[in-house]
Antibody, heavy 122, light 111 residues
Framework: QVQLVQSGAEVKKPGASVKVSCKASGYTFTSYGISWVRQAPGQGLEWVGWISPYNDNRNYAQELQGRVTMTTDTSTSTAYMELRSLRSDDTAVYYC???????????????WGQGTLVTVSS | QSALTQPRSVSGSPGQSVTISCTGTTSDVGGYNSVSWYQQHPGKAPKFIIYDVRKRPSGVPDRFSGSKSGNTASLTISGLRAEDEADYYCFSHAGSYTHVAFGGGTKLTVL
């Protein structure tokens, strides 16, 4: 069965960086994109970005451009999201999700990871 | 502020039907037949329930249906059950720079 298993919770200080991992299993990793979505406490879902493990194409949310980098390791079927220069308003649960679109960012994600809480606090 | 507008809350009694709207523009919802919907219970990851405006993934009950008219997509839940109480989000294209976006979310209360 399809599973996306994310790394554990992180606590970071403002200005630091965080790297969240998402290990995929149960499907061919290079046949689907990976989207990242975050949810601040008590708030709605916010799309962070997308990457294609097939050809390394990426799209990032405009407001995070320059601070976020998404990568994949096809040898371990793992996707990574790194966020730099962390601020308090980056505190959120970060989800990875499988996107059936492999060529460009799609508008549907079918399987989700369990989420990783990133807390930014001094 | 989301590019896609949803009502903050809706409610209905068990057995009734409710409809949740997701309003955009001709550049997003109105321009593509690719809106999806997600159900999220507190403390849980979202669940995929509708794609391409009206298609249901395997295992999603046919009580959940999607539609679109102009720049507004809609999710209708018929035969409401207590377990349908959750937050619901639409997801669609959102213009060339934003790429894609979620609606602001709608809290469904089953009375």
């Amino acid at each position: 069965q399809v599973q996306l298993v994310q790394s554990g919770a992180e606590v970071k200080k403002p200005g630091a960086s965080v790297k969240v991992s998402c290990k995929a299993s149960g499907y061919t990793f290079t046949s689907y994109g990976i989207s990242w979505v975050r949810q601040a406490p008590g708030q709605g879902l916010e799309w962070v970005g997308w990457i294609s493990p097939y050809n390394d194409n990426r799209n990032y949310a405009q407001e995070l451009q320059g601070r976020v980098t998404m990568t994949t390791d096809t040898s371990t079927s793992t996707a990574y999201m790194e966020l730099r220069s962390l601020r308090s308003d980056d505190t959120a649960v970060y989800y990875c999700a499988r996107d059936p679109s492999i060529a460009a960012v799609g508008t549907a994600v079918d399987y989700w990871g369990q989420g990783t809480l990133v807390t930014v606090s001094s | 502020q989301s590019a896609l507008t949803q009502p903050r809350s809706v409610s209905g009694s068990p057995g009734q039907s409710v409809t949740i709207s997701c309003t955009g523009t001709t550049s997003d919802v109105g321009g593509y037949n690719s809106v999806s919907w997600y159900q999220q219970h507190p403390g849980k990851a979202p669940k995929f329930i509708i794609y391409d405006v009206r298609k249901r993934p395997s295992g999603v009950p046919d009580r959940f249906s999607g539609s679109k008219s102009g720049n507004t997509a809609s999710l209708t839940i018929s035969g409401l059950r207590a377990e349908d109480e959750a937050d619901y989000y639409c997801f669609s294209h959102a213009g060339s720079y934003t790429h894609v976006a979620f609606g602001g979310g709608t809290k469904l209360t089953v009375l």
